[in-house]
C-alpha cells in the first residue's frame, strides 16, 4: 500500500528540527520512512544481481551490447517506480563520449635499452602492461628513462620527487603508493592517499611533460596481485574522448623483477634506491637505459551512459539540498576468443551495488514520500576505467553540484550475511558523521575503520569523483564481522575475494549468496538518506580537509 505524506505536515516536522554548532544533528525518523524501509526486499536485490551478472550481458563493459543492455534495464526500472528522467533530453541516459583503446599484444612491444646496447625484451601481459593515453592507433618511443621515487609532487608535506630534474620528453618509473609514513598527518599514515594511486601517477607525469611512465608494481604496496593488474590493463582501455589534460604515450605497469633488470642493467640495486626513494630529501636518478616501445592498437570511438532518475523534492527549505545515490554498472567485459570461461560477470563488483541502488529506488517511489528535496538515483558506467562515468556526472551534474548535499555510494558488498560493522569511510571528514553514528547505533552496526587502510579504498570508487567536486560523499561498506560468525571468518571472506575472484572471471553470481546484508545496508543508506535531506544545517567538509576548497567553490 503506498503511503501519503502531507506537504504541510512535512514542513511543520522540519520547523521543529534544530542543530548544535557544526554538527550536522540526527533527526526523528518519520512513521513513513521506518514503513518504507519494511518494503526493502533481500530477494529483489538478488534478482537485480543475478540478471545483471548473466553471461547474456557479456561482463558488462563500457559500449559493448551487454553494457546497453545493463543501462536500459536501469533505465526501465527507473521508469516503472515513476523517476523523472534526469539524463539527456528528457530520458533517464546521459550519454558520454569515450574512445577505446586496445593494444594489440602481437604489434606491441616494449624493450629497455642499456648503454651496452643489449636490449632486455619485456613480455606483454606477463613483464608489462601498456596503453596509449593519446588516442592514436600509433606510437613509438625511443626516450631515457627517469626514476622519480613515488612520482609525487605534494607541496603540503614538503615533498617533491621532482625536484633538479627535468622529465619532458621522458618515461619516468616511480614505485606505487605512497612514501612510506605512520604519522596519519604525513601521507596518511597506513592509510593510502590519493598520491598513492597508479591514476595520480599517470596524470602527474603527463602534468611534468613526461612522454611516458612505467609503475613498479608491488603485491604489498597495490594491495593487490600481479593478476588484477593484467586482467584490468590487457583488454580495453577507454579514455573520455574530450579531455584535454595532457597525455601519456605509453601508460604502463611492469612486475618488480622487471625494475631488478632494469637497476641491474644501471649498475644500481633496487631495493636500495626503492628504500631511497622513502626517504626526505630523495632526488631522482637519471638512468643509463632507454624505454624502446612500439604500441599499435585499435581505436574504437563509441558512447556509454551514466543511467539517472530523480525523486523530486517539494523544496520546502528553499534552496535545493538534494541527495545523489550511486552505484557503477559496468565492469571489465570480456575476451574475445579466449577458451573457457572468458566473461568478467562482475557479480559482486558491482551488480551487488546496483542492485541495491534499484531496490533503494524502489523503496523511496512507492512509499509515497514527497521528499523535502531531490532524490537523485546514478548508475554510472566506467568506473573501472578509472572513475569516468562518475567524473563525468560530476562535472555535469543534474542539478548544480552545490545543491547536492551528499553522495551516498555502494559497491561491492560481498552477499555472505548480515553485517554487524559498517564501514563509512569519509564520512568522519563531514560534518554528517555524528548523524551517521546515531544512525548506525540504531542499525546495531558498530562503525569500524577503514580494515585495509594500505588500500586506499576512499580513492578508487565513484564517491571520491563526487567528493572532486565538493559534494560530501563516502560509501558504505561492510566491516569484517557477520552474525553467526567472529571476524576472522568475515576477514577471510574478503580476503579471498580478493586473491581470487576480485576483476577475475571467477567473480560469479551464486545461488547460495545471502542478500540480507545487502538489504540491511540498504534500510541503513535510506535513513542516511533521510536525516541528510531532513537536516536544517548544510552537510559541509570539515575544515583542512582536502575537498573543502571545492565544496566552498562550488556552493558560491
Not at 543501462?71 to 530520458?91: H, M, Q, S, V, W
Not at 554510472?380 to 551528499?406: K, M, R
Request: hydrophobic share 40%; net charge negative; with cysteine.
Amino acid at each position: 500500500m503506498k503511503m501519503r505524506m502531507v506537504v504541510t505536515a512535512f514542513v511543520s516536522l522540519l520547523s521543529t528540527l534544530f542543530c548544535t554548532g557544526n554538527a550536522v544533528q540526527a533527526q526523528v525518523i518519520p512513521p513513513a520512512i521506518k514503513t518504507a524501509e519494511t518494503s526493502i526486499d533481500a530477494e529483489r536485490i538478488r534478482a537485480h544481481v543475478k540478471f545483471l551478472s548473466d553471461d547474456l550481458l557479456e561482463g558488462r563493459g563500457p559500449g559493448l551490447r551487454g553494457s546497453e543492455i545493463a543501462a536500459r534495464y536501469i533505465a526501465t526500472e527507473f521508469a516503472l517506480y515513476g523517476l523523472k528522467p534526469g539524463g539527456d533530453n528528457n530520458t533517464y541516459l546521459q550519454q558520454i563520449n569515450f574512445v577505446g583503446m586496445n593494444a594489440i599484444p602481437s604489434k606491441t612491444n616494449l624493450a629497455l635499452v642499456p648503454k651496452d646496447g643489449k636490449n632486455i625484451d619485456l613480455t606483454y601481459a606477463e613483464d608489462y602492461t601498456v596503453s596509449n593515453r593519446t588516442l592514436t592507433a600509433q606510437i613509438d618511443i625511443d626516450a631515457p628513462i627517469v626514476f622519480v621515487g613515488y612520482g609525487v609532487q605534494a607541496p603540503e608535506f614538503q615533498w617533491d620527487d621532482f625536484a633538479g630534474v627535468d622529465v619532458k620528453g621522458k618515461v619516468i618509473l616511480c614505485i606505487v603508493g605512497d612514501p612510506p609514513s605512520t604519522d596519519p598527518k604525513f601521507f596518511g599514515g597506513e592509510a593510502l592517499t590519493y598520491y598513492g594511486r597508479w591514476t595520480y601517477k599517470f596524470e602527474q607525469a603527463a602534468r611534468m611533460g613526461a612522454i611516458g611512465a612505467l609503475i613498479i608494481h608491488r603485491t604489498d604496496l597495490a594491495s593487490y596481485g600481479w593478476d588484477v593488474v593484467k586482467n584490468s590493463n590487457t583488454s580495453e582501455k577507454t579514455y573520455l574522448r574530450d579531455d584535454r589534460n595532457p597525455q601519456l604515450q605509453a601508460a604502463s605497469w611492469i612486475q618488480l623483477n622487471v625494475a631488478k633488470k632494469l637497476f641491474a642493467a644501471s649498475g644500481l640495486d633496487v631495493n636500495v634506491e626503492m628504500e631511497a626513494a622513502g626517504k626526505r630529501g630523495f632526488k631522482a636518478v637519471e638512468l643509463p637505459v632507454r624505454l624502446k616501445a612500439h604500441v599499435e592498437s585499435t581505436v574504437r570511438p563509441f558512447q556509454s551512459a551514466n543511467v539517472v532518475g530523480i525523486l523530486p523534492g517539494v523544496n520546502a527549505g528553499g534552496r535545493e539540498q538534494a541527495i545523489l545515490y550511486t552505484a557503477h554498472y559496468d565492469h571489465l567485459g570480456f575476451v574475445p576468443g579466449m577458451a573457457g570461461d572468458n566473461i568478467y560477470n562482475g557479480a559482486a563488483d558491482n551488480a551487488t551495488g546496483v542492485g541495491m541502488l534499484l531496490e533503494m529506488a524502489h523503496a523511496w517511489t512507492q512509499s509515497g514520500i514527497k521528499p523535502p528535496h531531490s532524490i537523485i538515483f546514478s548508475s554510472v558506467t566506467a568506473e573501472e576505467q578509472g572513475l569516468l562515468g562518475s567524473e563525468y556526472l560530476g562535472q555535469h551534474p543534474p542539478v548544480p553540484a552545490g545543491d547536492i548535499a551528499l553522495d551516498i555510494n555502494y559497491d561491492m558488498i560481498l552477499p555472505i550475511g548480515i553485517p554487524q560493522q559498517v564501514n563509512v569511510n569519509g564520512a568522519q571528514r563531514t560534518s554528517f558523521f555524528s548523524t551517521v553514528e546515531a544512525t548506525a547505533k540504531r542499525f546495531s552496526l558498530t562503525i569500524v575503520p577503514d580494515p585495509r587502510p594500505s588500500a586506499g579504498s576512499y580513492y578508487r570508487s565513484d564517491h571520491f569523483s563526487l567528493s572532486r567536486v565538493g559534494i560530501p560523499a563516502f560509501s558504505i561498506e561492510t566491516g569484517d564481522l557477520y552474525e553467526g560468525h567472529d571476524a576472522a571468518w568475515g576477514r577471510k571472506q574478503h580476503e579471498d575475494f580478493t586473491a581470487h575472484d576480485y576483476h577475475n572471471f571467477s567473480d560469479n553470481y551464486h545461488e547460495d549468496w545471502d542478500f540480507r546484508g545487502n538489504a540491511k545496508l540498504d534500510r541503513f543508506g535510506m535513513e542516511l538518506g533521510w536525516e541528510a535531506l531532513a537536516a536544517p544545517a548544510t552537510i559541509h567538509w570539515n575544515a583542512s580537509d582536502e575537498f573543502e576548497a571545492a565544496r566552498k567553490a562550488s556552493s558560491r
